[in-house]
């Protein structure tokens, strides 16, 4: 039996200088094969180009917001599963092959996540939005096999830009909200859920999240307001079920 | 319980809207509505008043006997306080002033507890204060 396609969409805003890194942590995933789809969100400093080189799918909208990137590459995509990475993170080599594997077997899933480790990009000064100590707060998980963070990083934690959905997730509960301007991840994650999506939290890390002076969203600041706003949604879908 | 309790002032989240208080408690991930007299209550707590005043207010306000009144606000706080939400106050928080309410019929303060989302919420829960951060970039 083939092994499935695997679409992976990645948005980006002006950051050619760590796009390479993401699309090349994609193109050595063990599991194959993968369709790359780069969506560039009004980049001016030459993302898609980096994206071209590296032979990845492009597709080009007005800036619209990571939302409807991530949407216009649902739209585009083509493979009975469907990963998000984002610009400025890595993959592990395993990490699709692991979660396409537990999908597979399961066929009842309709999604899985896992676990994400964060580090403070080494080549550049530590973010002036971190506060001392912080990192060393972080609620962290004991994982098998997975070694406690190290200087400059924290984790694993649970991240909801772990997800890999089958493609037909999308087509029952739509893709994520443009609405949000943080934590349209987990928005999208309380929908599926709410919507009976079944789904597992699988004990591995699958995606090391770079820290640096312009993450869009940084996590000590996961946007409340929008946080509270999404869950309020989502007592209210769950009250109609009653 | 003791009389003066103050809102968590970590790792906890809340806003009102259309008379309903929405909690996150990012240490254990759960999150909760307070409906009914609930977010009068919630506010009335943030405002420093005690049980007994909280009470009493909530009486005058709905026209309704203290004896049907106090009962479910004791409650209503010990539930509160059993997940968290609330602190005992060492000593009574000054008060400040009584918040705006609309009128409205009594219903009883009201505690939902939502844990299914657990796995997407706690996600760092390391000591966020109540006041968000400056956003960045």
Same mark, same amino acid.
């Given at each position: 039996?083939?092994?499935?396609?695997?679409? +992976?969409?990645?948005?980006?805003? #002006?950051?050619?200088?760590?796009?390479?890194?993401?699309?090349?942590?994609?193109?050595?995933?063990?599991?194959?094969?993968?369709?790359?789809? +780069?969506?560039? #969100?009004?980049?001016? #400093?030459?993302?898609?180009?980096?994206?071209?080189?590296?032979?990845?799918?492009?597709?080009?909208?007005?800036?619209?917001?990571?939302?409807?990137?991530?949407?216009?590459?649902?739209?585009?995509?083509?493979?009975?599963?469907?990963?998000?990475?984002?610009?400025?993170?890595?993959?592990?080599?395993?990490?699709?092959?692991?979660?396409?594997?537990?999908?597979?077997?399961?066929?009842?899933?309709?999604?899985?996540?896992?676990?994400?480790?964060?580090? +403070? #990009?080494?080549?550049?000064?530590?973010?002036?939005?971190?506060?001392?100590?912080?990192?060393?707060?972080?609620?962290?998980?004991?994982?098998?096999?997975?070694?406690?963070?190290?200087?400059?990083?924290?984790?694993?934690?649970?991240?909801?830009?772990?997800?890999?959905?089958?493609?037909?997730?999308?087509?029952?509960?739509?893709?994520?909200?443009?609405?949000?301007?943080?934590?349209?991840?987990?928005?999208?994650?309380?929908?599926?859920?709410?919507?009976?999506?079944?789904?597992?939290?699988?004990?591995?890390?699958?995606?090391?999240?770079?820290?640096?002076?312009?993450?869009?969203?940084?996590?000590?600041?996961?946007?409340?307001?929008?946080?509270?706003?999404?869950?309020?949604?989502?007592?209210?879908?769950?009250?109609?079920?009653? | 319980?003791?009389?003066?309790?103050?809102?968590?002032?970590?790792?906890?989240?809340?806003?009102?809207?259309?008379?309903?208080?929405?909690?996150?408690?990012?240490?254990?991930?759960?999150?909760?509505?307070?409906?009914?007299?609930?977010?009068?209550?919630?506010?009335?707590?943030?405002?420093?008043?005690?049980?007994?005043?909280?009470?009493?207010?909530?009486?005058?306000?709905?026209?309704?006997?203290?004896?049907?009144?106090?009962?479910?606000?004791?409650?209503?706080?010990?539930?509160?306080?059993?997940?968290?939400?609330?602190?005992?106050?060492?000593?009574?928080?000054?008060?400040? @002033?009584?918040?705006?309410?609309?009128?409205?019929?009594?219903?009883?303060?009201?505690?939902?507890?939502?844990?299914?989302?657990?796995?997407?919420?706690?996600?760092? @829960?390391?000591?966020?204060?109540?006041?968000?951060?400056?956003?960045? @970039?």
């Amino acid at each position: 039996m083939n092994a499935p396609l695997v679409s +992976v969409v990645i948005p980006v805003h #002006d950051r050619a200088h760590y796009l390479g890194p993401a699309i090349d942590s994609v193109q050595s995933q063990t599991h194959k094969p993968v369709e790359l789809i +780069v969506v560039d #969100d009004g980049s001016s #400093d030459g993302s898609a180009q980096v994206a071209e080189e590296r032979g990845a799918r492009v597709i080009r909208q007005c800036q619209r917001g990571v939302s409807a990137a991530r949407n216009a590459g649902i739209e585009a995509a083509t493979g009975d599963y469907i990963a998000f990475l984002d610009s400025d993170d890595l993959w592990p080599e395993d990490r699709l092959a692991r979660q396409v594997v537990h999908l597979e077997r399961h066929p009842e899933l309709e999604f899985v996540l896992a676990y994400a480790m964060m580090f +403070v #990009d080494p080549d550049s000064p530590t973010p002036s939005w971190l506060p001392t100590g912080w990192l060393a707060g972080v609620h962290t998980v004991d994982l098998p096999g997975v070694q406690p963070p190290g200087p400059g990083q924290a984790g694993p934690v649970a991240a909801g830009m772990t997800l890999v959905a089958r493609a037909r997730l999308f087509e029952r509960i739509g893709g994520y909200d443009p609405s949000y301007t943080t934590g349209q991840d987990i928005e999208l994650l309380t929908r599926a859920a709410d919507a009976g999506a079944a789904y597992e939290r699988l004990p591995f890390v699958a995606l090391n999240y770079r820290l640096h002076e312009t993450n869009s969203s940084p996590p000590m600041n996961q946007g409340m307001p929008d946080m509270l706003r999404l869950l309020r949604a989502s007592v209210i879908r769950r009250r109609a079920l009653r | 319980m003791r009389d003066h309790l103050a809102i968590k002032s970590q790792n906890l989240v809340h806003d009102t809207v259309d008379g309903e208080t929405i909690l996150i408690h990012l240490e254990k991930g759960n999150y909760y509505s307070l409906t009914g007299a609930g977010a009068e209550v919630w506010a009335l707590v943030g405002a420093g008043k005690s049980s007994e005043q909280i009470a009493v207010e909530l009486a005058e306000r709905h026209g309704r006997p203290l004896e049907d009144v106090a009962p479910a606000v004791t409650t209503f706080l010990h539930e509160l306080l059993e997940e968290d939400l609330l602190e005992p106050s060492v000593t009574a928080a000054a008060s400040n @002033g009584t918040p705006a309410w609309r009128a409205s019929s009594w219903r009883p303060p009201k505690l939902e507890k939502f844990t299914e989302m657990q796995d997407f919420l706690m996600l760092y @829960g390391s000591s966020v204060r109540q006041e968000p951060l400056a956003p960045v @970039g």
